[in-house]
């Protein structure tokens, strides 16, 4: 178990300061967002929002291009931006410190370097399961960060559900 060597402003030992936090497009990855605000209010904390993007693509139709793949990628960037800017304005009511980004490729791996790159204590999502056969077939992006982080990860259900 690791120590606590930072104490909020009462004295308190706390466990860590920053997060990131990995996010999706979709709605369902901002079930974790109050645990974070929970955890970093009290301290006050510093928060990366991360959104993972697949790799734009080039559209063509016959031999002409119709949008090349960074023009695709800067689209999403902009849509996601507005969402996210919404979040981090209600983070920062809270008194947190919030950065924010959209980045593209497989989504364990480039949050894994973010958090490195950033200095992030831990890392907050959301498990979003897969289901029937493909449950098996395939590993979620939690269980992955869950097996190769080095830091500590707080997974939310996407049900909403508490644990019991």
Known sequence: MRRCNTVNDKGEP???????VLLDAGLVGWRVVPWVR??????????????????????TAG??????????????????????A?????LRDDGL???SEVRFGEPASVALDAAQA???EAIAL??????????WLTRSVADEI????????????ASGQRAA
Do not use: C, N
């Open 14 to 20: 706390v466990m860590f300061r920053r997060m990131l």
């Open 38 to 59: 929970r955890l970093l209010v009290p301290v006050p904390g510093d928060v990366r929002l991360l959104v993972v993007l697949p790799p734009g693509r080039t559209v």
């Open 63 to 84: 031999s002409r291009t119709l949008i090349y793949a960074d023009q695709g990628e800067d689209a999403a960037r902009d849509a996601v931006g507005v969402a996210l």
């Open 86 to 90: 919404v979040v981090a304005a209600q």
């Open 97 to 99: 410190a919030v950065s």
């Open 118 to 120: 950033w200095g992030a």
């Open 126 to 135: 959301v498990d979003v399961p897969a289901h029937g056969a493909r449950r």
């Open 146 to 157: 869950v097996q190769k982080s080095p830091l500590p990860v707080l997974v939310a259900r």
